[in-house]
């Protein structure tokens, strides 16, 4: 098996966008001079380059992804007089797996057989599980020490990205592939119905710049050896699937070639406000309330409890296995004509460079340190992903 734990600097370097998880591989480039026989097919695309400098940062937002090496954790158990549903430890791939998993953990409250069911944890997958439990007529509280915007939820990037940091691939069960399975099918058909219907989740095209067009990247996270796209995923299933590959003089990019994918993306803070208030509207309520220890279970007046609590579950219900993988994000301000996301690297970068549109400001760069609880940005880490982004789209032809 390899090492499963990389050096800090190491994972730093893999940081830039081979996190990003929307297909950008940061392949570094080659800088090899594409072959005469690939004159440009079709007029060159013309897209709007971004401007990027280190004034026009606007703020730096870090999260933690509760990751599991065996993924998430999704049964239900009896505590003292208590069932308790089990949805937590995603990594990254809460956004993208909530409502399919909402759906198994209604399953599972249906054979607990009470209408009333408390959810702890205010993030996506929390949010999504009482969402389900309503469509099915459960009259649902939630009691989460944090509501949005302070969840990790708030803190990701995001989009469809079922595998990123999800699991390794030897400690997957049968079982476990497919209750993921599941999740991912019936979640990727919700958060497509959701498009254009105010939550902020929309389709959004993506550059990834290579030297190689043929080299499939994103999902999963090689770095650590979690499984991949390839490993966890049918075609059908795959964010990448659908590319059309842009040659020499057919695209702005600064490598020799850009794939262009078709990315369902995700603004966090739009999203999260708006399956919130679906919860209230549907008549469910809110409390916001600490847990210390699992006893403090036994004051809430439901009998059923779905423990949506991410990395506080590790003291909650002392599951050591979990592990933070600190995210951090620099924004600078939207840019109009900016509607597309795109990444690669050139030769001689240390960093991948990356930048992904939302509402809330021109996302640049992304990370993953697996073991760093720190919530503080990490200087490095902005100066290395914002100089990347600089250095690769100064380069776009205009
Ligand atoms: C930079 C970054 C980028 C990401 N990009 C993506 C992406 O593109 N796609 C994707 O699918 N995912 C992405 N993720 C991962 C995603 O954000 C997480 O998987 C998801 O947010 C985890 O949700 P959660 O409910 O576990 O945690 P949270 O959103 O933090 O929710 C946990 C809730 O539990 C509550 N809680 C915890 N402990 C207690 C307690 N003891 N008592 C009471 N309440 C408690 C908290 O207050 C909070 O309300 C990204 C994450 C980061 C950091």
Known sequence: MRAIIM??????????????????????????????????RRPPLRLATPQISFDRIIRTTVGLRPHRDSGFVLKAEKVGAKTVIHNYGHGGTGMSLSWGLGVAVADLAREAGERRV??????????????????RGYDVTIYAATVPPDTTSNMSLAGFTPTTALVMNERRTPAWDAQFLRAAEISYRELQLLVGRDYGVYWIDTYNGTDDPNRRVGGGGNENNYATDADLLPDYLRPNRLRDIYGPGEHPFPTPYAVRSIALAIDPNKYMDAIVKDVLVFGGKIVIRTFATIADLASVPESVIVNCTGLGSATLFGDTELVPIKGQLTLIPPEAGVNYRAGGRLPGMETGASINPRSDGLVIG?????GDASLTP???????NVQAAIDYFSKMKG
């Open 7 to 40: 050096n800090r600097r190491a994972l730093l370097k893999a940081g830039g966008l081979a996190v990003a998880g929307f297909g950008f591989g940061g392949c570094r480039t080659t800088g090899a001079v594409a072959p005469a026989s690939t004159a440009p």
């Open 366 to 370: 992304n990370l993953q340190v697996r």
């Open 118 to 135: 408390a959810v702890l944890g205010c993030g996506a997958p929390g949010v999504c599980s009482a969402r389900q439990l309503q469509r």
């Open 378 to 384: 990490d200087p490095e880490v902005i100066k290395r």
